[in-house]
Structures are given as C-alpha cells and as structure tokens.
C-alpha cells in the first residue's frame, strides 16, 4: 500500500476530534510526567539530573490537565507545586552576577552555562500562565510571576542577531509578553522592536536557522503563543503575516511520502529518517500528516490550543 494512501488512513481514523485527541494525549503524558516524578526521592529530591525544559515541560502538563480533564480524574495541583519550588531553585537570584535571572540548563549544574534557558524556561511559564489560568493557586501565581521578573533581565541584556532565528522570535514574542504580563510597557515596546527588526532581516535575506530547518517549530510555537494573547495591534497583524510566511515555505518543502521538511537534518538527531517529532506534530494539526499517537511532550498541547492554522489555499500548495 502506497505510504501516502496509509497517511490518509490514519488522518480518517477514529480519533479525530480535538476533544478526543486531548483525552488520548492526557492518557499518554500524565504517566510520563509519573515516570519523571519516580526519579525523585522520598524526600522529594532529585536523584537523576534533567534540563529546565523537562521540568517545566512536567509543570505545564500537571497544570493543564488540572484545567482540561474531568475533576474526578485531575493530578492535583500539590505535585505541579513541588516541582514549581523545584524550579524556582533553578534561577539565578543573585543580580551581582552576569547570568541575573536565568536559569541553569542542567539540575546538576553548579551554575547558568547556556544563555538559552531563560527562553524555554519563559516560553514555558508563559503559556502556564496565559493558556491555563484557571487551575493555578495564589502561590502558583506567585511563583510564576516572581521568576517571569526576574527573567526579564537575560532577555532584555542579550542581543539576539536575527539569523539565529528561532532564539530571536523567542526572545522578541517573549519580551513582548513579559511587557504584557508584568505591566512594563517599555519591556514590550523593546519587544516589538526586536520583532520589527526581525521581519526586516527576513525581508532582506529570508530565513536563517541554526543549522537545520528543525527549528521551525520553536518559530511556529512561539508565533502562535504571541498570536493567542498579546494585545498589540500591530504586534498582533505582525505576528500572523509571519505565521502564513512561515506556513507557506512549510507547505512548499514539506516531503510527505518522508514525513519530512526538506533541507540539512543535523538537529533533528534523528540521523537515518531526518524525521523532527514537532514538526511532524505540526503538519498533523494541520492535516498534512498522521497523528501521532505516541505524543507526551508539552508542545502537543500548543497545537490544540493554536489560532491560527494554515488556510486551504496555503496548506494546498504541497500537492505542488
């Protein structure tokens, strides 16, 4: 049987409405957050090492299924509040240092050594705290709000060079939030700065990625999460010219009988198939590939969440 005709098949399988796939995907993501709170000991101390992603990918699980499932079947909030205090433990409080509110990559790193974690950390928290409000307690709150402050600092200190793209919508859409949230309009207005920036240098050169174009989800993601919520006018119209872009030179290289975008794979690590997990998710969401229902990672529940998905017209443009 052709490939493509059994992608069609999963696409028209049984599980195809979004309350049925966020059921399925629950099923699947709260043991895996059980498994990573295995590691923990008695005491509630970690007893292996994991990134700050993976903590807070575990955090936003807890917490949005506390706000999606049924009570009867909701985790509680008790655990994703120990891992927030856990993560919390991971930020650099102290402003004498250069790393000021950012976070360590690893838990048993003694100190920040990648820049990047503010971002994931950010990226993250925001969406905890814009896309699933309800569910959090006065202290979760608290909690969020006090290290999205304290992250305000790496991200407006570094200089992003817009070729580094997926690291630069980070930080620009999350500046632009942070404003938001944090009630710090010239924090959004150096956002949107960025952002301006940004869309000048794609004008001016197209897209540039860290190596490979596995990256586009981090692009896609954090496009759509800024899209979901800032207030912006500008910003807002910004942000959804930049996702068709993007969509349109997706749907252009997207090699469906591979499951596949085309171009350089080196960070896919996925070195026989050059296959991405989210960027397959992506082109799921969109209808131009299988679901995948192998799916636990946090970046699932984006998509159910996404406003804007490609239109017919844009998504049509593979069968070129």
């Given amino acids: 049987m052709p490939f493509r005709t059994l992608s069609i098949i999963f696409l028209l399988s049984p599980i195809t409405l979004a309350e049925d796939r966020l059921a399925e995907y629950y099923s699947r993501a ?15 101390h970690p007893t292996s090492d994991f990134t700050i992603f993976t903590i807070f990918n575990n ?18 909030m008790e655990l994703a509040m120990k891992l927030l205090r856990l993560a919390k433990t991971m930020q650099d409080r102290n402003p004498e240092n250069r790393t000021f509110g950012n976070f360590r990559w690893n838990w048993n790193r003694a100190g920040v050594t990648d820049p990047n974690g503010a971002e994931f950390a950010i990226a ?18 608290s909690i969020l709000i006090e290290m999205l402050e304290y992250a305000v600092n790496p991200c407006l200190q570094r200089r992003i060079p817009p070729d580094y793209t997926n690291i630069a919508f980070y930080n620009a859409t999350h500046l632009i939030l942070l404003g938001q949230v944090l009630d710090r309009p010239e924090v959004s207005a150096e956002g949107k700065r960025r952002l301006q920036n ?11 990625e860290y190596n ?41 290289h997207w090699y469906s009988p591979a499951l596949r975008l085309a171009g350089a794979q080196s960070r896919t690590y996925n070195y026989l198939q050059g296959i ?30 996404a406003e804007y998905q490609p239109p017919p017209e844009i998504a049509k443009q593979n069968d070129q």
């Fill in 30 to 44: 709260i043991p895996a957050v059980e498994r990573f709170l295995r590691t923990f000991d008695e005491a509630g």
């Fill in 59 to 76: 955090i936003a699980i807890l917490i949005s299924a506390n706000a999606d499932l049924p009570e009867e079947q909701r985790p509680g």
């Fill in 124 to 141: 993250r928290m925001l969406s905890i705290y814009l896309d699933t409000p309800e569910p959090l307690t006065d202290e979760a709150r």
């Fill in 198 to 208: 940004i869309v000048a240098h794609i004008w001016n050169h197209g897209v540039f």
């Fill in 212 to 252: 490979s174009p596995a990256y586009y989800f981090i692009n896609v993601d954090s496009l759509q999460l800024a899209y979901r919520h800032v207030n912006d006018e500008w910003a807002k119209h910004t942000i959804r010219t930049l996702l068709e872009f993007f969509w349109t030179d997706m749907s252009l």
């Fill in 276 to 305: 991405n997990v989210h960027m397959f998710r992506l082109f799921a969401f969109a209808g131009m590939a299988p679901y995948d229902h192998d799916a636990r990672y946090h970046a699932v529940l984006l998509s159910f969440w």
